[in-house]
């Protein structure tokens, strides 16, 4: 029996069961595909119940048909995606039974490779039609209509050139030109209350996300940028009553769960206020439950962290046995914490731009200046802003340099007088420096920690951290200030969720007892421990998920068939470029791992077969290549790129977030499992 069939049996006995008991709560959307881009459509939509989103990977029967079966109590907006270039929406209610016709175009190969290379490859709305029937038809007849505006509105990043005044009046025009739509669609077309209810909110809260996200974002060389400066400092100028019209719009919503854009709207809402200074907290890098501290230590401990985050130079190397007086000692502390300037045309040479004195001096002039990834290394001064270009490894090689200069590259010594030799020795001293422990950064005895927990302490903190999520915990503590009852559990449970998909397991840790203690909603808890679940069988020691994908030639691979070598598996696309940033460093351990028993094993995420085949063409990726489809990437929890597994000879995980930039401990872990 193939799926499509099996769906509407279930949805047959479920209906006729739940019409006894006066409680249809099911709906179903079936669908055939004509010119079909792929054979697996997948379904992503915000749950009511649970801390969403939630995705669906259903692959089409041998007649291009599908199904989809989901319990809800109230409508929702479902976007079926397919090699992520094609964006289908439907709206579905408690007992709708929908079927949809799906055309695609033909598109020629040539039209395909240039769509591509286009910006617009993860949005785009392509040429298809849409007919339906059945319950709910007419809500999905005015969506068909509405949707590519709605994307036009998404994709016009042109906007964000414009002066906050300007902005908000073609936001707000949107809206209105929006509003009218629904009502004309209200005359042509017979919708219910409840897509009227959920389109009202869609409308309100994606007016309300864009105008209060406007000031992230840029506009700069025919693309949006989001300004980077988690201290809130990187927000372009708004005039003083720009952000009255939040008193338009409710921050609290219940009837607003399972709408997207009003999640969106909580996040920047909430991120504008929650101003941090991008640092990751103590407690939020290292699993500290273990210890029994109580939260107002572990509070005075992030602080104290915080307030000693960058040890002092006197702290880091001996001083003292250098001669200098304490009043140089001092000086050298001060420069130390705040170093000299990196000018941009010391930039510019290190990057091997062939520039005149000049024009260096030119650069110079100019405040500051930013980076953009791109293909090329160049220096861009259009609107009279100063850009740097390079491309992802290049900018990776710019901070391991900037990181690793020597001490008199980053204080100005001259002003010291010291001698040639001390400075030699200050620079010789200040590179083979050690890291220091915790317990010689901050004083642990202050907080009433005996020996034994502070040892404790500093293993931990000598140990591996994990990622964090860069303003998450303020975003997070100011929710449970701003809001309440359900739309505070909801909101709380959907960043727990983001923590425990990116696998930062100490943010989590850190706030999981006192959520699943106070949690009034436990299907928000159950869904949060079944996410929990998911990431235990991916821990080392686990068996990998086997799985078997085509390569580039359309052949079979399984990771199985590597049983008795080492694989590093690399989930990346081409369009990702911090994984193309990566391949520098995963050639330095493909070469010194040359002629052992192992493999590199390529899955890629990319939804274009032909853009796959360029990339690996383009940048020579060695090793073995599949393509994913999204059980895999399920499987494997990928929710970010790239990601990197480490998997012995007996199919076990040895690593789940392997850090491939620092290619000695890579080379010696692949060692350790041959």
């Not at 210890?291 to 104290?304: A, F, I, N, Q, Y």
């Not at 990057?351 to 110079?364: I, K, N």
């Not at 591996?464 to 975003?475: N, T, Y």
Request: aromatic content about 10%; some cysteine.
């Amino acid at each position: 029996m193939n799926v499509y069939s099996a769906a509407l049996i279930a949805l047959s006995l479920y209906l006729t069961a739940a019409s006894a008991q006066n409680q249809l709560r099911a709906a179903i959307v079936t669908g055939e595909v004509h010119n079909a881009p792929s054979r697996e459509i997948e379904f992503r939509h915000e749950p009511l119940l649970a801390p969403g989103p939630s995705q669906h990977y259903i692959a089409l029967d041998e007649q291009n048909r599908f199904a989809l079966l989901l319990n809800i109590p109230k409508g929702i907006l479902v976007t079926g995606h397919y090699e992520d270039e094609h964006s289908i929406p439907f709206f579905v209610e408690p007992g709708d039974s929908l079927h949809a016709v799906v055309t695609f175009a033909e598109v020629a190969e040539a039209d395909s490779a240039a769509v591509v290379e286009s910006d617009s490859l993860h949005s785009a709305v392509s040429s298809y039609s849409l007919t339906f029937n059945g319950r709910g038809a007419d809500n999905n007849h005015f969506l068909a209509e509405f949707w590519p505006q709605h994307h036009a509105f998404e994709s016009d990043y042109a906007l964000y050139a414009l002066e906050p005044e300007a902005f908000a009046r073609q936001v707000e025009q949107w809206r209105q030109d929006e509003f009218a739509l629904l009502a004309e669609g209200r005359e042509k077309y017979a919708l219910s209350p409840g897509f009227i209810d959920y389109m009202t909110t869609f409308f309100n809260y994606k007016w309300a996300d864009k105008t209060v996200s406007y000031p992230e974002f840029s506009f700069e060389n025919g693309r949006r940028t989001r300004r980077i400066s988690p201290d809130g400092s990187h927000r372009r100028e708004v005039p003083p009553n720009y952000y009255d019209f939040l008193q338009e719009i409710p921050l609290i919503d219940e009837k607003a769960i399972g709408v997207g854009e009003y999640r969106r709207f909580l996040v920047n809402t909430l991120a504008l206020e929650a101003k941090s200074d991008g640092m990751p907290r103590l407690s939020d890098r290292y699993k500290l439950s273990g210890l029994g501290l109580s939260e107002s230590v572990r509070t005075r401990l992030d602080s104290m962290h915080d307030a000693n985050r960058k040890p002092r130079l006197s702290q880091m190397i001996d001083l003292s046995g250098l001669g200098l007086s304490e009043s140089s000692q001092a000086q050298l502390d001060s420069m130390y914490e705040d170093p000299k300037e990196i000018r941009a045309s010391e930039k510019a040479a290190w990057l091997g731009l062939e520039l005149s004195p000049a024009a260096l001096a030119e650069l110079d002039a100019y405040e500051n200046h930013s980076t953009f990834i791109r293909d090329t290394t160049k220096v861009d001064t259009t609107g009279g802003k100063l850009t740097f270009h390079l491309p992802e490894e290049k900018n990776k090689e710019w901070y391991e340099y900037v990181n690793n200069r020597p001490l008199s590259a980053r204080v100005d010594m001259a002003s010291l007088e010291l001698s040639p030799t001390i400075q030699t020795q200050l620079d010789s001293m200040f590179q083979n420096r050690k890291p220091l422990k915790l317990s010689q950064r901050i004083d642990l005895a202050a907080l009433g920690l005996s020996p034994a927990s502070q040892a404790r302490l500093d293993s931990i903190f000598a140990g591996p951290s994990f990622p964090v999520l860069m303003g998450f915990s303020e975003r997070y503590d100011l929710a449970k200030q701003k809001l309440q009852g359900r739309v505070l559990y909801w909101f709380l449970a959907g960043e727990l969720r983001i923590g425990i998909k990116w696998g930062c397991e100490a943010y989590v840790d850190a706030r999981w007892q006192s959520f699943e203690e106070s949690n009034p909603f436990p299907e928000y808890t159950e869904v949060l421990q079944a996410e929990m679940n998911k990431t235990l069988v991916l821990q080392p020691g686990q068996p990998a998920p086997d799985f078997t994908l085509n390569d580039p030639d359309g052949q079979p691979v399984s990771l199985s068939q590597f049983k008795g070598k080492v694989v590093l598996m690399d989930f990346w696309a081409s369009w990702c470029g911090p994984c193309i940033g990566d391949l520098g460093d995963l050639r330095k351990i493909k070469e010194r791992m040359a002629g052992q028993p192992m493999v590199f094993l390529n899955v890629s995420l990319d939804a274009n077969e032909g853009a796959w085949k360029r990339a690996i063409a383009k940048h020579q990726i060695q090793g073995v290549h599949v393509r994913s489809d999204g059980q895999v990437t399920q499987a494997y929890n990928v929710f970010d790129i790239p990601r990197y597994y480490l998997v012995d000879p007996q199919g076990l995980i040895v690593e789940d977030r392997l850090r491939v930039f620092d290619v000695d401990k890579v080379v010696a872990k692949i060692e350790e499992n041959l």
